[in-house]
């Protein structure tokens, strides 16, 4: 009798205290996000401690922490290597209890981390990384990207040039994913517009002598050089195009990928007249100036923000919106995502729009110009706006994807 009446108790607190810890897990309203992206080679002005301040102001702006949450933000460096990018993020997640990664510019990085992230069914909430594969043929119902892709950039620049008369190109690529990735999007626009590519040279990732490259431009005759990088590389590229008069002489330089770091970096005597393709800019309307302005106090060097950390801001801003949709943290990353493709999408600084089954967001682009020296009325004042690109346009239709999602 005594025995069973204990069996009983036992049971009955076992219940209990499962019933509790239920209702605990029920209401957990913890979220912990790792900001990964390179913090200090070539990437760290697009990306870098920056991109933390932009996610930082959307924990803030979110309106949760008002409300009882406790969101915490961390971050590493993956100094532009997928191994080191992974380790990281698998160190995060199963040791730190990290529920999103956020940013991930270098799309070796974000490829390789975004297999990691469905493997333990957490979320990468990419803006950095440009390789449509993302929402492509490696898409995961984990994994969003939110403020451009290889795609946008090939039918905005690659687009507007070609039908201008730049019909014969020579691409400079970074020989890792997203160079070629940027390179494989962009031929395929030239020749979808009747254009024909002459050739192009592979470069290693944070190159500082572009010379033998750009001779091989040169000596292609191609009107465009097509400069299939980013950062760093684009901005050396540019400077070194600039020293073997590759512009003067009549070859048009193609800037597949232009932040506004690298205009600020360059100067306007050296970067003006590129053409390039974007999804923000500071100065677009009200609230990107009015958003644009808060972002520059607290940023380092008071810089105004690039397309990749507005994303990183508006992007997270969707992810805590979902959170507070389902009225706790389920700590289920494909639960999370399947809720901000639920939600309409909705921020000061890319408006509204759907986020698409394939992970995709959609947003208009834009097709700017870089000013003359002359034209600037103040810093970073300097684009100018030659076209917009309708979203519909700037991501590939759910009828060509590859994305594996789209077949179920």
Excluded at 243 to 263: C, M, P, R, W, Y
């Amino acid at each position: 009798m005594t025995t069973t009446f204990a069996r009983r108790s036992a049971a009955l607190l076992a219940c209990a205290a499962f019933g509790f810890a239920t209702s605990a897990y029920a209401q957990d309203k913890t979220v912990k996000i790792g900001v990964l992206n390179d913090m200090s080679s070539l990437y760290a002005d697009i990306g870098g401690p920056n991109s933390v301040v932009a996610i930082k102001m959307a924990v803030e702006d979110s309106g949760l922490l008002a409300k009882g949450w406790k969101i915490d933000v961390i971050s590493g460096d993956h100094q532009n290597k997928p191994d080191v990018g992974v380790n990281i993020a698998r160190q995060w997640i199963d040791n730190e209890k990290v529920d999103a990664i956020a940013d991930t510019p270098n799309s070796g990085v974000a490829l390789a981390v975004s297999n990691l992230v469905k493997e333990k069914n957490a979320v990468l909430l990419n803006s950095g990384a440009a390789s449509a594969d993302l929402t492509g043929k490696a898409c995961t119902p984990n994994t969003i990207s939110y403020t451009y892709d290889t795609y946008m950039l090939a039918n905005g620049t690659g687009k507007a040039l070609t039908k201008a008369g730049g019909d014969s190109w020579f691409f400079l690529t970074a020989d890792y994913a997203f160079g070629h990735a940027l390179e494989r999007d962009t031929t395929a626009v030239v020749t979808a517009n009747g254009g024909k590519v002459l050739g192009s040279v592979k470069h290693p990732i944070n190159t500082a002598d572009f010379s033998s490259f750009l001779l091989q431009a040169q000596s292609s005759k191609a009107k465009v050089v097509g400069l299939a990088n980013a950062g760093g590389d684009t901005t050396n590229s540019i400077k070194q195009a600039a020293e073997f008069g590759i512009v003067s002489a009549g070859q048009k330089l193609a800037a597949l990928l232009l932040f506004i770091n690298d205009v600020h970096s360059l100067g306007l005597k050296t970067a003006q007249g590129l053409t390039f393709t974007e999804s923000f800019y500071w100065d677009l309307n009200d609230k990107t100036r009015e958003w644009s302005k808060r972002f520059s106090k607290l940023a380092s060097k008071n810089a105004m923000p690039s397309m990749t950390q507005a994303g990183n801001y508006a992007m997270v801003l969707h992810y805590l919106k979902a959170m507070e949709a389902l009225g706790s943290n389920p700590h289920d990353g494909a639960k999370v995502v399947a809720k901000m493709k639920e939600l309409p999408t909705d921020d000061p600084l890319f408006g509204n729009g759907p986020l698409r089954q394939d992970g995709r967001r959609l947003i208009p682009a834009y097709l700017f110009e870089v000013k003359k020296p002359e034209e600037s009325k103040g810093p970073w004042d300097y684009y100018k706006q030659i076209a917009t690109i309708s979203a519909e346009d700037a991501a590939k239709p759910l009828k060509d994807s590859d994305c594996p999602l789209l077949k179920k």
